[in-house]
């Protein structure tokens, strides 16, 4: 009897261990607030949050010290990197070098009046870095310790001052996995607007400006602030995922 119960917890010790590892495997990145407009066909979440590309397969010598290399190599910062490094997109086909899987135009999104920007969390180690338009309005070298929560405050001074811009955001995340540095590269884009309104979304928050914008399809499906309707499905696991990753780099 006893045997048996050992042997029982061994499996369910061997179990969880796995789905810890999964879900650390998994845990990628993508912006929540303000939306992006994703590119037609790119409707799941599993999709939206791929990195664009895994440099270790493409020639770059990956190490855990990326923003020493990255000086050493000439470029000036993340998005000179991001920008003009040789690399492809080739993880989920229709990826471009700009903005990835998001749409560089198209109905821009309302400026978020709180101040907030809002992403599934850093659940890796790197860089990443946030423009709007020129301006560069948060950098770290490392946002899985800078920003452990999944919102952060961003300067729009600049965008509400010019009626509007495009906020171009960047990360790299680092892990080491299969005995070997990797290197992954995200990038969104998102068109901004001063006004009150946008158009209907596609996106986890699918929702709009706050005079009642059409809803979108995606996770979240609202309508804009006053008497929006549609299903706000879950976003869990986030804070666990977070916990996972912690207990499995200790």
């Excluded at 086909?93 to 599934?120: F, H, V, W, Y």
């Excluded at 860089?127 to 338009?133: E, G, H, S, T």
């Excluded at 301006?135 to 929560?149: F, M, Q, R, S």
């Excluded at 309508?223 to 549609?230: E, L």
């Amino acid at each position: 009897m006893a045997h048996a119960l050992v042997s029982t917890l061994t499996v369910v010790v061997a179990l969880f261990g796995s789905a810890l590892l999964t879900l650390t495997v998994d845990a990628h990145q993508l912006i929540l607030e303000p939306e992006p407009i994703w590119k037609p066909g790119i409707n799941d979440r599993d999709t939206r949050w791929r990195p664009l590309a895994f440099l270790e397969s493409q020639g770059f010598p990956c190490q855990a010290d990326f923003n020493g290399w990255r000086a050493q190599s000439g470029y000036k910062n993340l998005r000179d990197f991001m920008d003009r490094a040789k690399y492809t997109t080739s993880v989920t086909p229709g990826a471009d070098q700009t903005c990835g899987l998001t749409e560089l135009k198209g109905p821009p999104r309302p400026i978020p009046k709180d101040g907030m920007m809002k992403s599934t969390g850093y659940t890796h180690d790197g860089p990443c870095a946030v423009y709007l338009d020129d301006e560069l309005v948060l950098e770290y070298d490392n946002c899985h310790e800078k920003l452990p929560g999944k919102s952060y405050k961003i300067d729009y001074s600049s965008c509400e001052k010019k009626g509007g811009c495009t906020l171009y955001w960047f990360w790299l995340g680092i892990r080491f996995v299969k005995s070997r540095w990797s290197w992954q590269v995200y990038k969104e884009c998102v068109p901004l607007t001063a006004g009150d309104s946008g158009n209907g979304g596609n996106g986890d928050h699918g929702g709009n400006g706050n005079k009642g914008g059409n809803g979108g399809n995606g996770d979240h499906g609202g309508n804009g602030n006053q008497d929006g309707n549609g299903g706000h499905g879950g976003w869990s696991g986030q804070h666990q995922e977070r916990k996972d990753h912690m207990q499995l780099r200790m």
